[in-house]
Nanobody
């Protein structure tokens, strides 16, 4: 089994930056994808970004493209989400996930999820 633990969330003013981390433990495979989704109160869950094992294939939702950057450190079994130019609309609980295949944008195709980390952006 795999455990995922997110960290790095917090309170930031609009226009600021945060970097989220997600550390994986337990049994993993080399050729897996990792991703991030977010859930805000009263809104549907949104798949935000994903990255493959090599780090060269990525996906971004239109709402964050150009502002967020996903990366990974395979030696640490960790994926990062660098969030710049944050907006109040980015306020949500952010969850990381992993799957045994390549990058996809559908949440249902990911096998494991973390507990989430809260990001709050003030205006």
């Amino acid at each position: 089994q795999v455990q995922l633990v997110e960290s790095g969330g917090g309170l930031v003013q609009a226009g600021g930056s945060l970097r989220l981390s997600c550390a994986a433990s337990g049994r993993t495979i080399r050729t897996y994808a990792m991703g991030w989704s977010r859930q805000a109160p009263g809104k549907e869950r949104e798949f935000v970004a994903a990255i493959d094992w090599s780090g060269h294939s990525t996906y971004y939702a239109d709402s964050v493209k150009g502002r967020f950057t996903i990366s990974r450190d395979n030696a640490k079994n960790t994926v990062y989400l660098q969030m710049n130019s944050l907006k109040p609309e980015d306020t949500a609980v952010y969850y990381c996930a992993t799957r045994g295949g390549g990058v996809v944008a559908r949440e249902t195709l990911y096998d494991y999820w973390g507990q989430g980390t809260q990001v709050t952006v003030s205006s």
